[in-house]
């Protein structure tokens, strides 16, 4: 039995003629939380978009659960519904409902019977901290309660992983805190997830491992009080002093 939930190996991706993924290796084991950090362009949500199946990549291998990730395949289907993503911007329907944009998935997608996908997805509106707004629309909702929205509906799927696209980058300032801390409890519980972040202080906290890309190459990885702490690179000391 593995215990890598995501494995990527030395994959290449290029839009036209310009390269983006230079040969990336990387893997995320089951449980663990994994955060990968470096400059806008250097193909983090590439790398996401690659995993999930969103966007092809050209050379290398991604496996997850030891289900390589091939878009010509059927089995990309199955991929797609075990790894949910959260990104920056919400995504959730304007004109449904809380409850209703988490069960969405569950019940259209997996035609999971409606009232046990309801049950769920009010147990996980309670959560993460939203059990008075299941009938509120996004409209009624702050930029971190439809966040926390998001990641409520990203649980009901019952991933195997998530993967998060700059979850807080969007939000007002005062409004980051109360996502991270749900992103916490789900590290806690032992959700595995892999977090492209600018936010260093939930990396050196929460994090088992930091992946530092820069360029299409990872540059430096390794746990987080080494990468954010002592990183050994100067490209990584770079950016680090830059965006602390
Ligand atoms: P990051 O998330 O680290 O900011 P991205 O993965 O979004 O970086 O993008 C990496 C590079 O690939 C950037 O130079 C970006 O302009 C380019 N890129 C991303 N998506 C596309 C696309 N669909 N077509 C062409 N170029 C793209
Ligand atoms: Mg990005």
């Known amino acids: 039995m593995s ?24 893997n995320v084991n089951k449980g663990e939380v994994v955060c990968l950090i470096g400059p806008s362009g250097s193909g983090k ?4 978009r690659c ?11 991604i496996t997850i659960d030891g289900v390589r990730v091939d878009r010509s395949q059927p089995s ?8 949910a993503m959260v990104f920056q911007r919400f995504n959730l329907f304007p004109h449904r409902t809380a409850l ?43 930029g971190g309660q439809m966040q926390r929205v998001a990641i409520a509906r990203a649980l009901c799927m019952q991933p195997k992983a998530i993967l998060f696209d700059e979850p807080t980058s969007a939000l007002d300032p005062e409004l980051v805190g109360e996502v991270l801390s749900v992103m916490k409890s789900l590290a806690e519980d032992g959700m595995t997830m892999l977090v ?17 890309l820069d360029g299409g190459v990872i540059v430096e990885q390794g746990p987080a009080r080494d990468v954010l702490g002592a990183p050994s690179h100067p490209r990584t000391q770079d950016f680090l002093r830059r965006v602390l």
Do not use: W
Request: proline share 4%.
């Open 3 to 26: 215990t890598s939930m995501i494995e990527i190996t030395g994959v290449t991706k290029s839009f036209g003629a310009f390269p983006v993924l230079k040969g990336i290796t990387a």
């Open 45 to 48: 949500s590439t790398i996401l």
């Open 51 to 61: 995993i999930n199946g969103l966007e092809s990549y050209d050379g290398g291998a």
């Open 76 to 83: 990309i289907t199955g991929i797609r519904t075990a790894m």
């Open 100 to 142: 209703e944009n988490v069960v969405e998935g569950p019940i259209f997608v997996k035609k999971e019977p409606a009232a046990q996908a309801m049950a769920r997805g009010r147990e996980l509106l309670g959560r993460v901290g939203l059990g008075d707004k299941v009938d509120a629309y996004p409209g009624q909702l702050s």
């Open 196 to 212: 492209v972040t600018h936010e260093m202080g939930f990396a050196s906290e929460v994090a088992d491992r930091v992946l530092f």
